[in-house]
């Protein structure tokens, strides 16, 4: 099992594209299509299926061309409960059900597992995400768990210089215990990248099983006093810092 990046598709649905640029909710946007009110490229579109390459696809509705909107950043407390997906699945549903129409546009960077809360960064910009989750930057993820055990310190010492955790290559993680919490131990784990289930495998190895997983901080973004379920977008100095981090001028 490897890091996982989502990689961002160029294209993507005309409805889609339409609540992107603020034009219409997603459902309107199909009002608008049907009603043969949108052009592509100077042809009159009428099938809702369309799918529209932003950056070189020409959109006008009633004859005016629509600008896609700058690139953004919003960090959102995703709760415990939700799945970073688009589609739901067995009925769970999805962090998109908690956002508003501008933002179903939006791509979350990484993941974090259905039962995981905390800071999540979603952004509609394909290359600031796609370097965010790779390795090679390094990004730093912290996160609480609540154990039901300590784990072993011969094991968190090793953790430090990597583990075989069946990937392609070692894990590393910085584990501290922080307190205890009723008949549970709150522990702090730093890592570096986002491999699928990464915390919960490297405590499970330690000795010391998750019942309980909050993320903390990514990137150095916490959620702070925002709401389980709400978002903020952040600030142009915020995004400056953050595409520094990643090698891209501001
Ligand atoms: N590691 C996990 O095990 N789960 C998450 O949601 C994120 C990191």
Redesign the pocket.
């Known amino acids: 099992m490897g890091y996982v990046v989502q990689v961002m598709d160029e294209s993507m649905r005309l409805n889609r594209y339409l609540a992107w640029t603020g034009t219409a909710s997603r459902r309107k946007a199909d009002d608008l299509i049907r009603t043969g009110r949108v052009e592509v490229n100077g042809n009159t579109v009428t099938t809702v299926g369309t799918s529209v390459n932003p950056q070189s696809d020409i959109v006008k509705v009633d004859g005016r061309r629509l600008a896609p909107p700058a690139y953004q950043v919003f960090l959102f407390h995703k709760p415990a409960g939700y799945l970073v997906s688009r589609r739901g699945q067995g009925g769970k549903p999805t962090i998109f059900s908690l956002l508003p129409p501008e933002l179903q546009v939006v791509q979350p960077v990484g ?3 259905f039962d ?1 809360d905390g800071a999540l960064l979603l952004t509609n910009d394909g290359e600031l995400s796609r370097r965010l989750q790779h390795p090679r930057y390094g990004i730093e ?1 912290v ?1 609480l768990a609540a154990v039901r055990s300590a784990p072993q310190a011969d094991k968190v010492r090793q953790a430090k210089s990597g583990v075989d955790l069946g990937d392609k290559t070692p894990a590393c993680g910085t584990i501290r215990v922080v307190k205890p919490r009723g008949r549970n131990i709150i522990v702090e784990v730093h ?1 570096r990248e ?1 491999r ?6 490297l405590l499970g190895w330690a000795g010391a099983p ?1 019942i309980q ?1 909050s ?1 903390r901080s990514f990137a150095g973004f916490h959620v702070g006093r925002l709401a389980p379920g709400t978002f903020r977008k952040l600030g142009k100095p915020e995004t400056a810092r953050l595409r520094r981090l990643v090698g891209l001028a501001d």
């Open positions: 993941r974090l597992d995981t993820r996160y890592i986002g699928k289930h990464e915390v919960k495998r998750v997983l993320r």
